[in-house]
């Protein structure tokens, strides 16, 4: 069973971490998120979920205004050929809905089959805005909160510069 939000702010405030969660109307896209969320403080964020031809599944948080080329990423990677993963396939690996695709949905990947992929432009920020597991709330939260929450979850993020997709 997925965890809810509020499972997922007590699991934060277990590991020490105090984030700033906002309430705000459904978004699905980064345009519709801007329109609640711009005025919060912090790297506003979109997330990825994508699956290779072979299986492996992979997520992908980078800046909301980061250009990624899939193709050119899974060569970055050393993976085969990636295409963006099944709301089905979303649903059963991190137990989110599409639109609420967040690196917090790793706590849900018990069996840490998703690799995350973070940028790391995202992570020179003080601050980081992800939806709580839902897409009617935005949470701040610090990359070394960020990092400790991937750890405590059993993953490890891959990171890297996604500007590398563009010229590979």
């Not at 299986?55 to 193709?71: A, F």
Request: proline share 8%; hydrophobic share 45%.
């Amino acid at each position: 069973m997925p965890m809810t939000p509020e499972e997922l702010l007590a699991f934060l405030a277990g590991l020490g971490i105090d984030p700033v969660t906002h309430r705000h109307p459904p978004v699905f896209t980064v345009e519709e998120a801007a329109r609640y969320t711009a005025h919060l403080p912090g790297g506003h964020t979109k997330n990825l979920f994508l699956e290779d031809k072979e299986g492996g599944l992979w997520l992908v948080s980078c800046l909301d205004r980061q250009t990624v080329k899939v193709n050119a990423l899974a060569r970055l990677l050393g993976a085969p050929r990636m295409s963006f993963g099944s709301a089905e396939r979303l649903r059963e690996a991190l137990g989110v809905e599409p639109g609420s695709v967040t690196p917090f949905a790793l706590i849900n990947d018990r069996q840490r089959r998703v690799k995350p992929v973070w940028d790391s432009k995202m992570l020179a920020l003080p601050l980081l805005n992800f939806h709580p597991l839902v897409n009617t709330m935005t949470t701040a939260i610090t990359p070394a909160d960020l990092r400790r929450f991937a750890e405590a979850t059993g993953h490890r993020p891959i990171e890297l510069d996604l500007d590398a997709t563009l010229s590979a």
